[in-house]
Structure formats: C-alpha cells, structure tokens
C-alpha cells in the first residue's frame, strides 16, 4: 500500500482507502457480520483510513467503524460528515448549538474522543457563500474535539469557493472516468492551496466495474433504483449523473481500459491515483471479496500518456454532455 498526505495536514493515509455509505444503508441488503470482515481485511491490508457521514444507515456505519477500529485509534483514521440530518438549507442547521451536537452523536457511535477529518455534506452553495459554519467549526477545532475539517461538494464553484477559506483542509468531490471536470480549475487551485482531495463515487456507483447491463435491478432501497432522476438527493451521486441505460452504453466503450490491468474495477480506480492532488480515493463495498479486488489497484499497470489523453477526449466528446444535474 502506498500512502500520501491530506493536503497540508499531517495525515498520510492510504492512497486506495474505502467509504462506508454501502455498508451502512440506501444500496440495498447488507450483513453486519460481512461488512466488518471486509473492513478487518481492509485494515489488515494496509488501509487505514475510512470514510462515513452520520446519515449512513442512520449512523449505522459509524457503529461499524468503531467496532472494526476499537483500539486502533492512534493507527486508523476516519473522516465522517454532517449537515444532511438536518434541513440542509436552514442557516440552524450549521449553528454552534446543531453541528456541536452532530460532532458530539458521531464521536459517541465511533466510540471516539476526536473525529480526524470532520465535513460539511455537500451544503448548498448559499450556506458556503455566508461562511459562518466554517469559524463554527474553526471553535471545534480549537475545542479538540476534530483535527481537521473539510466539505463535499457536488460542483466545481463549490469546491472553488471553499478553497477561498483559509482553514478547510480537505475537498471531497466525484471523480471518475466519467466526471473528469475537477482537473480544470479545481484540482490545480486546490494543489496551490495545499487542499487535499478525497476521490468519491470512483466507480460510477459501479457503472464502471463493467458488470451491468441495460437490464439490471436493483433493490427497492438501493438508491440506483430511486434516485436515478435525482429524486432523492443530487443526481450525480447516482451513476455519476447519467443514469444506468446511457452509463450501461458509455461503459461498454470503455472495456479497453481493462487489457493488462485485470479489470475494469481496478482500472477505472487506477487512473483516479494517476493524478498526483488526489490524496486517497475511496470505493464503497460491501463484501470482503469487493475489498480485495478494489485493493488490486494500487498494483495494476500505470496508464500511458496516449491512454490518458484517449480518455480525456472520450470524456469531452461523449460524456460531458451527457450529464444530468449541476457539476
């Protein structure tokens, strides 16, 4: 495993790291007793860092997380999120009074006494312009009670905006073969502002492992099932904003990518660490077996200077327009 740093903190994590949105809830069935297996691989291979958010499961994955790193809390580091509990759109739900009480509910279920990297999950562009919840969160730093903060954004004018503040240490943005807007503006101004950048939805909420077709179902409680208009949160955390039959048909193209590198999966994640401002990225997963093949990444052949410009082109001339929702 090979790790880098988080911007201009000092925490180096490992560069292929997992979230845990699949394990806690919204992507159909899951089993405890499994999702802890595969983060006990996951930790006992060299990972050690973790995304999750307070609304996963209701929580669900911060329970997880700290029976899987109980112990560990010196060696495993977790970056959690809040706001979405709340009305994310109200000026209150970013006071003093709520975010302290949504820092102190994830540092009780990660059974922890400091949260490493605390986010904003993904704020209106409103609530980012009056900036109040960033000295909000400038006290709790200062209290102890997290080392460091972030946001996740839906769009690059987001992220452009949080750069403009002085203490956010982190961006978590979508960054995949099929969301390669961020390398613009975004990922140089970050690199010039020592921000680090957490890759999200690296697979196209599996669009890019290859395995779907125009036919695949999808549980009643899996969000691909639901949200695939955006009806439920922002389109493009659902197959990166182009829906499973146009995603199905942009994939097949991509098969390519797969020679020498083993598979799709593992090469769709390669080329996200191909790019020296990504600080991790992290895949979500459910099974121990989805661990291993995601941990496969780190080893599988670098993209030539030709591949990487054949992708970028294929992503400006079929992909970029393609795309529903703001980003």
Not at 13 to 33: M, P, Q, R, Y
Request: proline fraction near 2%; include cysteine; charge should be negative.
């Amino acid at each position: 495993m090979n790790y880098r740093q988080i911007g201009s903190t000092d925490l180096k994590v490992s560069e292929l790291s997992f979230g845990t949105w699949a394990i806690g809830g919204a992507w159909g069935k899951t089993n405890d007793e499994e999702s802890l297996k595969a983060l006990d691989y996951a930790i006992g291979n060299g990972v050690n860092f973790f995304d999750t958010a307070d609304v996963y499961g209701d929580g669900h994955s911060e329970e997880l997380l700290a029976k899987a790193t109980k112990g560990k809390h010196g060696e495993i580091h977790i970056a959690t999120k809040f706001c979405r509990a709340g009305d994310v759109y109200d000026p209150k739900t970013y006071s003093m009074e709520s975010v302290t009480k949504y820092c102190d509910d994830s540092l009780r279920r990660l059974g922890r006494d400091q949260i490493d990297l605390l986010q904003i999950h993904c704020p209106p562009l409103e609530i980012l312009k009056d900036g109040q919840v960033f000295e909000v969160l400038d006290l709790l730093k200062k209290q102890g009670k997290i080392r460091y903060y972030g946001v996740s954004v839906e769009t690059v004018e987001e992220g452009l905006l949080c750069l403009e503040q002085p203490n956010v240490d982190s961006l978590q943005v979508i960054f995949n073969i099929f969301r390669q807007k961020p390398l613009d503006q975004l990922f140089p101004k970050a690199k010039e502002k020592g921000v680090g950048i957490l890759a999200r939805v690296p697979l196209a909420s599996g669009l890019l492992t290859g395995k779907f077709n125009i036919g695949t179902k999808f549980e009643s409680d899996d969000h691909r099932n639901f949200n695939q208009d955006g009806a439920a949160f922002n389109v493009g955390e659902t197959f990166a904003g182009l829906g499973l039959e146009k995603g199905v048909e942009l994939a097949g193209k991509l098969e390519w990518i797969a020679e020498g590198r083993e598979n799709m999966t593992r090469a769709a994640l390669k080329w996200i660490l191909e790019h020296e401002e990504i600080s991790c990225v992290i895949p979500g997963f459910k099974t121990v077996a989805q661990v291993k093949d995601n941990l496969q990444a780190v080893n599988v052949s670098a993209y030539t200077g030709e591949e990487m410009q054949k992708l970028a082109k294929f992503y400006m001339q079929e992909v970029h327009s393609e795309i529903k929702g703001v980003y």
